[in-house]
């Protein structure tokens, strides 16, 4: 678990202060703001329960419950949103939810949310570990194999992994045994070997969001959960430590199996915890709202993989912005920069992402100017609303 020692923070206020910053800057928004306004359906039933073992697990399957009590599977658009919790006097959650979205761009965002916010409390060498269990199909056949290989290696394995495999918790025998990096886990089955052609594409995609927004990562097949919950990207954020180790500062993955297991309902979802100790001042100010004056708009896969680059200079140079980088179509978007009257429109198009280049529109009189990347934000804080 992460602590305050690790950050360059004086308080646990401080960091989530920083953090509330990042996220809400791409587009996050407060759970009980999402939630304020929309009727709730108390009669909720679960259809089946999923067996999930880990914490983090449990409260996903919470959150979506709620999501979908709150008929967030009804929505058009994607919905980011987050929610901070105080569970005890020691520890302090902070929650990142992404829902109605199986885009690759949707782990994308909060990838980049993640990376941003361990820089910007003073964590440079973080590494994003992720793996991918594909879906039900490369899943089912990647569980039956690492069983298989689990079970004749069972008189070797510590009293732990051998309770978990007996209580049918095959993930968390794995992930145990991995944790304390026991000698059978080497020779495990890979589930990254398992996925068919199309967990392979979700996979490739999400790597290339990564790569282009400049996060170190590796590829770790040790990264599991429990299969009820978790389906294709699992990643986890971490930092080393002086001897030799690493501390784990948030966990998440994709999750679209979680509604449909146990509501029969569609709500394809991607989350990310960060849990940290609470030191010194434990609650963040109070929050200012900041009106935007551009919307940042974007069309087509080199638009959108140049995308979090561009927000990101943005987001350093203090400029704010409204994006939907999740939607894909140019329409929807500039219909939302319309909807809340924002002066500007920065537009990325394919064209304009291959020559590093964007459009500035004025919403009001339609003129519009071609500028360089590396001179948007300059370009932007001389702007005037007329």
């Not at 051998?162 to 968390?172: K, L, S, T, Y």
């Amino acid at each position: 678990m992460l602590t305050i020692t690790h950050t360059n923070c004086a308080s646990t206020g401080e960091l989530l202060d920083r953090a509330l910053d990042t996220i809400e800057f791409y587009g996050f928004d407060s759970v009980d703001h999402k939630f304020k306004g929309r009727k709730i359906n108390r009669k909720v039933k679960q259809s089946a329960t999923p067996t999930i073992a880990l914490q983090t697990e449990k409260k996903l399957a919470a959150m979506t419950k709620s999501f979908v009590s709150h008929k967030m599977h009804r929505d058009e658009l994607p919905n980011f949103s987050y929610q901070l919790e105080h569970n005890n006097s020691k520890i302090s959650t902070l929650g990142l939810y992404a829902t109605g979205s199986r885009s690759a761009i949707t782990e994308g965002v909060l990838i980049a949310t993640l990376a941003t916010i361990a820089r910007d409390s003073g964590l440079n060498n973080t590494v994003m570990h992720i793996n991918s269990i594909g879906d039900k199909e490369s899943s089912v056949r990647f569980v039956r194999d690492l069983t298989s290989y689990l079970r004749t290696h069972i008189n070797d394995m510590p009293t732990y992994a051998r309770e978990e495999m007996q209580n049918g918790n095959i993930m968390r025998a794995f992930t145990r045994l991995s944790e304390k990096n026991h000698e059978i886990v080497a020779g495990a089955p890979n589930s990254m070997e398992y996925l068919n052609d199309e967990s392979r594409a979700h996979l490739r995609s999400v790597l290339e969001f990564t790569e282009n927004m400049g996060v170190p990562y590796e590829l770790d097949p040790t990264i599991l959960g429990s299969t009820d919950c978790w389906q294709h990207t699992i990643f986890e954020l971490r930092v080393p430590t002086e001897n030799g180790g690493t501390v784990t500062l948030a966990r998440g993955g994709r999750h679209d199996t979680l509604a449909l297991r146990s509501f029969r309902t569609v709500l394809p979802m991607v989350s990310a915890i960060i849990e940290h100790e609470i030191q010194g001042r434990a609650k963040p100010r109070r929050r200012t709202q900041r009106n935007p004056r551009f919307f940042f708009a974007q069309l087509g896969p080199e638009a959108k993989r140049k995308s979090f680059t561009v927000i990101e200079r943005l987001r350093e140079a203090d400029i704010p912005i409204r994006q939907q980088v999740a939607i894909d179509s140019i329409g929807i978007q500039l219909e939302n920069a319309e909807k809340h009257a924002i002066p500007y429109t920065i537009i990325i198009g394919h064209k304009e992402a291959l020559e590093n280049t964007a459009i500035v529109r004025n919403m009001r009189t339609r003129s519009q100017a071609v500028v360089p990347l590396a001179n948007l934000a300059s370009y932007l804080k001389r702007l005037k609303v007329s």
